[in-house]
């Protein structure tokens, strides 16, 4: 039986957990940090995701079989390449290899070189003369500052003016750090997550996902870190997945390895498909947040296999999915993605059917309590996705909290164009 240790604390962290647990090898979980609702399935261990050196010797003490890595911010520290030279079995990518991610330079520079898809784009450090590109182009145009700003980094200005204050935070005023700038093309089209298990050039898909960035339903408000995430896709088709496999993310892993920095781990492409094809916006070097709470539910297979794999370079079986329509629901604190109080009790949470996972709360005298912007999420899988959004809308309503939010029409483009019989 086997002992596996989850870095991180979130409802992504909590969804690998619950995978894990489905597993009939895995016997025990450990989470860092863990959280509230993690706690039901791991023990949870009270050191932070960069704590590289205490990780080890937490995997060291307790003879941990594995390690999964949740968060960027861990791989960004190089806490693979840490495991790895103590000779300890870890799923995520290296340093270097993560660069597909922390850097947007790195990124769009490898996508450039092995003609991959993409918006075209130029990198500036300097703010007279990015103000003098934007000038020359057309609007609205995007601007990405390049290091992880933990999604807060792109701006699409409208107006020259708008671009011109953004470029100032950015590169004279050093809002998020001292760093450049990428100004690329504005696309248009639906965005869709496509997420894979790379192991060196070896490409595993996972099912598609799609997230709802805005706060409130219509896709109205403020963006946000995700306010629900449903899969599979209505706008996507089969071929489109099969191209997006083969000229994305299969040449995205080839490019890595001749760069010297072999990949493996989850890819994440956050693709565009736009009226000139699917195009990339970004990778990430980890599973997608929500995506992954509505997306490994639907999996069959057993996840322990297939980190095991990924992380030792070997061969896999083709990986089973459920094909049901599921639906995941964030019921977020009110005021997110603004200012939002915390300490609110959370209750009859034992009565939704459905899975919980816990986005951002503590037990306190016995309860649970919101503790964050984004609190739960909610996921829900039946045949059809009006069924699922259906069932899942009323099993958040059983949720008794005074100071949560949730938009209840996540799903909506697989609802209305009644998806493929689902
Ligand atoms: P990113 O952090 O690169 O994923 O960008 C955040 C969001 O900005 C994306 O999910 C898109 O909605 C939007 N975006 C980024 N790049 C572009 C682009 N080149 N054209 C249109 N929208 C974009
Ligand atoms: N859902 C977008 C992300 O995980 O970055």
Known sequence: MKKVLVIGGGGREHAIVHALSRSPQVNKIYAA?????IAQ???CVA????????????ARENAIDLTVVGPEAALAVGVVDAFRAAGLKIFGPTKAATQIESSKEFAKDLMKKYSIPTAAYEVFDNY???LEYVKKGTFPTVLKYDGLAAGKGVVIPETLEEADEALRDMLLNDKFGHGRVVIEEFMTGPEFSFMCFVSDEKVYPMEVAQDHKRAFDGDKGPNTGGMGAYSPLPFITTEDIDWAYDHIMCATANALIAEGCSFRGV???????????IKVIEFNARFGDPETEVVLPRLESDIYDIFCAVADGEEMDEIKWNDKASIGIVLASKGYPEAYDKGFVIEELDQVEGIVYHMGTALKDGKYVTNGGRVLFVTVMADTFAEAQAKANAEVAKIQCDNLFHRSDIGWQA???N????
Request: charged share 25%; with cysteine.
């Open 33 to 37: 940090p863990g959280n509230a609702g």
């Open 128 to 130: 007279e003369a990015a």
């Open 419 to 422: 998806f493929c019989d689902k």
């Open 267 to 277: 890819l994440y492409g956050g693709l565009m498909k736009t009226p000139n094809g």
């Open 47 to 58: 050191l932070k995701e960069i704590q590289i050196d205490e990780l080890m010797a937490f």
């Open 415 to 417: 609802v209305k164009y």
């Open 41 to 43: 399935l791991a023990e």
